[in-house]
T-cell receptor, first 114, second 115 residues
């Protein structure tokens, strides 16, 4: 089982709709969760991070975390064509002797159609 | 402006050749990381360094080597032992490996192609 799993997509939504991106993780001890956006040929950019169960909102973006179900999601409201990108879910892997590091899922490609 | 600079942006390697990818940061971050990304895939960890003069292997270290002689610099060498090096290489940093919980800053990447 992969440490962080995402549906590769593509997920296609019409402009103005809500896009829902999902991610599951295997390490029940994981504490910190991140969503990165990556445009084709570019490096990832951090959108949001979440540590606590529940929802965290930032503008059009809402991250949702359910540690009991080992599930984290990203909702994008009022989707725009400029939101078309690959969204990477990342989880902190705790390695007590060698520091913490991010483990990434394979990414979900989102397409927002005008 | 603070950030991470990767060079070159594009690199072509001949069979059997070693090449070195540069990564420099002026963020005063202690921890630095190298990731590899294949088309349509996520990021896989190659090597990481928590502090100067120290580094550890990641999940796919075979065929790669690194050094960390200065806090600002973490170059990656792709050796001839790496049989399939064509990929997008990303360097990242964080304040330290504990505060990696605040996320990473990424460089703009180097696209390596074997010719």
């Amino acid at each position: 089982q992969k440490e962080v799993e995402q549906n590769s997509g593509p997920l296609s939504v019409p402009e103005g709709a809500i896009a829902s991106l999902n991610c599951t993780y295997s390490d029940r001890g994981s504490q910190s969760f991140f969503w990165y956006r990556q445009y084709s040929g570019k490096s990832p950019e951090l959108i949001m991070f979440i540590y606590s169960n529940g929802d965290k909102e930032d503008g059009r973006f809402t991250a949702q975390l359910n540690k009991a179900s080992q599930y984290v999601s990203l909702l994008i409201r009022d989707s725009q064509p400029s939101d078309s990108a690959t969204y990477l879910c990342a989880v902190i892997r705790v390695n007590n002797n060698a520091g913490n590091m991010l483990t990434f899922g394979g990414g979900t490609r989102l397409m927002v159609k005008p | 402006d603070g950030g991470i600079t990767q060079s070159p942006k594009y690199l072509f390697r001949k069979e059997g050749q070693n090449v070195t990818l540069s990564c420099e940061q002026n963020l005063n971050h202690d921890a630095m990381y190298w990731y590899r990304q294949d088309p349509g895939q996520g990021l896989r960890l190659i090597y990481y360094s928590q502090i100067v003069n120290d580094f550890q292997k990641g999940d796919i270290a075979e065929g790669y080597s690194v050094s960390r002689e200065k806090k600002e610099s973490f170059p990656l060498t792709v050796t001839s032992a790496q049989k399939n090096p064509t990929a997008f290489y990303l360097c990242a940093s964080s304040i330290d490996s504990v505060q990696a919980s605040y996320g990473y800053t990424f460089g703009s990447g180097t696209r390596l192609t074997v010719v």
